[in-house]
């Protein structure tokens, strides 16, 4: 893991590189931020352990927790809850059999809430691992999810 991030903050150049970027692309490698990750990092760009866990655990889109192979991320931002994202979360904990912050027992999803994507004209919008959908609907979702 140490020789992972090492070559990480090297390749980026951490006295330019935002440490938000550090995080995703160690969170891209190594799947999530363990705590020991987290102090490497730190470690590795001379800051304190408090400063990279604060931001490691703002951004909805770090994960500081192992998750299952696939990360079902539901946007809840008010364009995307008015267009019926509480209808596609009952949906997905339906098919999932799991809860928000819970992970199938075949570990293949997780299932996590998230501010805005970005996508807000086509809401209510999902991003599963690195790609976003838009305009869910429950069939659409079914297709959606059997690509995973
Ligand atoms: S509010 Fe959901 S994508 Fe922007």
Redesign the pocket.
């Known amino acids: 893991m140490e020789a992972t991030i090492e070559e990480i903050t090297k390749a980026l150049d951490s006295e330019r590189t935002p440490l938000i970027s550090v995080l995703h692309a160690v969170q891209a490698e190594l799947g999530y931020l363990s705590t020991e990750g987290l102090k490497i990092v730190a470690k590795k760009l001379d800051i304190p352990l408090s400063k990279v866990y604060g931001v490691a655990t703002f951004y909805t889109l770090l994960d500081t927790e192992e998750k299952g192979e696939n990360v079902i991320r539901l946007?809840e931002?008010?364009?995307?809850h008015i267009k019926g994202a509480t209808n596609i979360l009952t949906e997905l904990q339906d098919k999932l059999d799991i809860d928000v912050g819970e992970t199938t027992d075949d570990n293949k999803f997780s299932l996590e809430m998230t501010s805005?994507?970005?996508?807000?004209a086509v809401?209510?919008?999902i991003m599963i691992n690195g790609t976003v959908y838009g305009n869910l609907t429950s069939k659409k979702l079914d297709s959606i999810l059997d690509r995973y």
């Open positions: 946007c931002s008010a364009p995307c805005c994507l970005g996508i807000c809401a209510p919008a």
